[in-house]
């Protein structure tokens, strides 16, 4: 006890006597760590580093801290202080921070905060439908790159993982290519989406999807060679005749000889699968499963999502429906 008053009254006397931040700083750190304590220092204290260092602090104390933490996010000059504060908030209370609170924060027009206030209020799993109406109204707005990052992983409502026949483990024969069908190279209907929530605003996915007033563009090709620079997500879409189901099928694949870089596909309106392995995806073939999906001796509707980073992007090489034997 007489070791902590000593270092709480050295403390003092450094701010008297002009110690340097660092010094400040360290008997800070080594002091009474107290919920009292610290209030003091962040009300006196007009060092900003010192004061987000006083709120880093209060998260070891618990939820004695809750009431201090979240008068700080609402009210403190600093929004540093806000920041931080919420982040400690979090770390105590997962996301159960208050309701209210985070809501303020997500309809605030601090970006950061916002940002934190999302990754709380959409952290819960599974999503209430609730929390997913939100985000998908949400990200029809949001201009901070970050948070419609979020908020598009977030109202991603699409899976399936259905394995490759090579893949699976109730195959243990050889497989190989049957027969293949080209898809067309022209004629694709095209979209950017910059705002990266078309599938939301149009569900642009969906077979009967009228995308005739989108722009026409080929595929084999980037999307830079044909007049877009740009770097984000675009959409492809194209009716394509099948024909009849031959004699062997053991299944059937959509093979992608290369997508710049990421891709996730939808055909006859369901989802097919995704091929998202980063950056490094952009020249690496790859196939997904269609057997149950593809209509056999019909058109079928075909529509592709894709996202690049840097550089060219697009659908620049082939793609082929399989028939696997």
């Given amino acids: 006890m007489k070791f902590t008053c000593f270092i709480i009254a050295l403390s003092a006397a450094a701010v008297v006597f002009g110690a340097s931040l660092s010094e400040k700083r360290e008997a800070l750190l080594q002091g009474e760590h107290s919920v009292s304590q610290l209030q003091k220092v962040l009300a006196s204290e007009k060092d900003p580093i010192m004061r987000r260092t006083a709120v880093r602090l209060l998260g070891e104390c618990g939820q004695d801290a809750v009431s201090l933490l979240s008068d700080l996010v609402r009210d403190d000059k ?56 939100l985000a998908q109204d949400m990200l029809k707005t949001a201009k901070d790159p970050q948070l419609r990052t979020l ?131 952009w020249d690496v073939p790859f196939s997904l499963d269609v057997t149950d999906l593809v209509r056999w001796g019909e058109p079928n509707q075909i529509t592709v999502r894709v996202q690049d980073l840097a550089y060219a992007g697009g659908i620049y090489r082939p793609i082929q429906l399989q028939i696997m034997k």
């Fill in 78 to 133: 600093d929004p540093l202080v806000r920041n931080n504060a919420l982040l400690v908030l979090w770390q105590i209370c997962g996301t159960d921070v208050d309701a209210a609170l985070v809501m303020d924060c997500l309809h605030g027009e601090d970006s950061n905060l916002c940002m934190v206030a999302a990754s709380i209020y959409f952290g819960e799993k599974p999503l209430s439908q609730e929390r997913m109406y």
């Fill in 151 to 281: 908020l598009s992983q977030v109202t991603w409502d699409f899976h399936r993982n259905v394995p490759l026949l090579k893949d699976r483990p109730d195959w243990d024969h050889d497989v190989v290519v049957y027969k293949e069908y080209p898809l067309p190279l022209e004629g694709w209907a095209f979209r950017l989406d910059p705002n990266t929530n078309l599938h939301l605003v149009e569900r642009c996915y969906e077979a009967d999807y009228d995308d005739s007033t989108w722009k026409k563009i080929s595929i084999g090709k980037t999307w830079e060679e044909q007049g877009y620079k740009y770097d984000g997500i675009a959409w492809y879409r194209i009716t394509f005749d099948v024909p009849e189901k031959p004699d062997v099928c053991n299944a059937v694949e959509l093979h992608f000889d290369s997508v710049d870089e990421s891709a996730c596909v939808w055909l006859n309106g369901k989802y097919v699968g995704e091929h998202n392995i980063g950056t490094v995806g």
